[in-house]
Each structure stands twice: as structure tokens, then as C-alpha cells.
């Protein structure tokens, strides 16, 4: 099993652009969540989704965030436009049958400048 | 609201047992589970407890009391490939999301 799968792995872009985050979760799997983590805030969560469907988005910081699940294997995380405080470390996650034990993807690293 | 405790760092001797807690204030509460996360890395699933007492997997363990809100993450023969972040996460409700803890920062001296 692949496990999931995100790119890029390192992102690094200047403040205003559009940035898009992408996801696989592993087959099979039913969940899927996006997270964010820094040194100051920790990780958090932004939105999961479970069969697809987007279930809590409370966790996004601002309308500049929006993310879409449009089949089992895609996810994306989309920053529009980036600022500088949006820098961190966005994981993946994905689990099936609930959200007890979840399997992470390797993140991507976003800087924006 | 809702809060989970946990330390911010813990020291502890290669080859000896550590112990990790957790304690957390819910609205709702299901389950308790435990990721380890080195640095640079992606967290890593360890353990899930649904029920009171205690889970052993291998060299880790980890202990469940649903009614004093407390639950810990127990480290044994301690190896310096244990040097990582350990985080407790609440599961609220049957297909809820789960809440992180801020994570303790494990250090293992030889």
C-alpha cells in the first residue's frame, strides 16, 4: 500500500498568489482530513470530509481556504490568496470507518513570501 | 469548551520506562487515541482506547479512565528511535472529528 500521497511536498510562493494542495487517501478509505501545523497553534484541523461529502469545515481560518473532495481518491486544499501567517505544514489524513486511527501523509511544507 | 492537557516535555533515560499523560475536559467523549511524530515527520497512529484499562502493544502501552477524564501513553525500554513527540486526540462522538493535544516532546539521554 502506497499510504497517502500529497503534493508538493515543499511549496514556496509570494503572498497573493493561488496555492493548491492535492491528496490521496489510501483506497478504501472512507475519511479524509486536512490539517495544518505550526510551532504556535499546533495541529489543527480544517475540514474533513467522509465519503466525500465535506462534514465540518469550522476549522477553516478564512473564506481565502476552501477545499474539495470530487471522488474517493482526490482531495485538494486550495489558499486563495496566500498570505505570509499561511505558512506551515498542511497534512492529510485519511481512516476508515471513523476518525479514531488516522494515517498521514508526508505534508507539504508551504512558505509564502 | 474543550481542552486536553498534556506536558510540554519529558525527559527520560535510554533503556528505561517513561510514562505520558493526558488528561481532557470534552463536551462528548469516545475514545482516546495517541500519535508519535518525529521531527520533519508526519504523525503516526499508536494506540486508540474505547473502554477503561489498559492496551499493550509491544514496547508501548497505553491506559484508559473514562471517569477521571485521564489516560496515559507508557513508554518501555526506552531507545533513542523513541526521541519524537507523542500527542493525545479525544474522539468526541461516533463519527466525529478528534481533538489534538500540543503534543510532548519526549528526550532520551544515553
Known amino acids: 500500500d502506497a499510504g497517502v500521497i500529497q503534493s508538493p511536498r515543499h511549496e514556496v510562493t509570494e503572498m497573493g498568489q493561488e496555492v493548491t494542495l492535492r491528496c490521496k487517501p489510501i483506497s478504501g478509505h472512507d475519511y479524509l482530513f486536512w490539517y495544518r501545523q505550526t510551532m504556535m497553534r499546533g495541529l489543527e484541523l480544517l475540514i474533513y470530509f467522509n465519503n466525500n461529502v465535506p462534514i465540518d469545515d469550522s476549522g477553516m481560518p478564512e473564506d481565502r481556504f476552501s477545499a474539495k473532495m470530487p471522488n474517493a481518491s482526490f482531495s485538494t486544499l486550495k489558499i486563495q490568496p496566500s498570505e505570509p501567517r499561511d505558512s506551515a505544514v498542511y497534512f492529510c489524513a485519511s481512516s476508515s470507518g471513523g476518525p479514531s486511527e488516522q494515517y498521514f501523509g508526508p505534508g507539504t511544507r508551504l512558505t509564502v513570501t | ?110
Open chain 2, 1 to 110: 469548551g474543550q481542552s486536553l492537557e498534556q506536558p510540554s516535555e519529558v525527559t527520560a533515560v535510554e533503556g528505561a520506562i517513561v510514562q505520558i499523560n493526558c488528561t481532557y475536559q470534552t463536551s462528548g467523549f469516545y475514545g482516546l487515541s495517541w500519535y508519535q511524530q518525529h521531527d520533519g515527520g508526519a504523525p503516526t497512529f499508536l494506540s486508540y482506547n474505547a473502554l477503561d484499562g489498559l492496551e499493550e502493544t509491544g514496547r508501548f502501552s497505553s491506559f484508559l479512565s473514562r471517569s477521571d477524564s485521564y489516560g496515559y501513553l507508557l513508554l518501555q525500554e526506552l531507545q533513542m528511535k523513541d526521541s519524537a513527540s507523542y500527542f493525545c486526540a479525544v474522539r468526541e462522538g461516533r463519527d466525529d472529528k478528534i481533538i489534538f493535544g500540543k503534543g510532548t516532546r519526549l528526550h532520551i539521554l544515553p
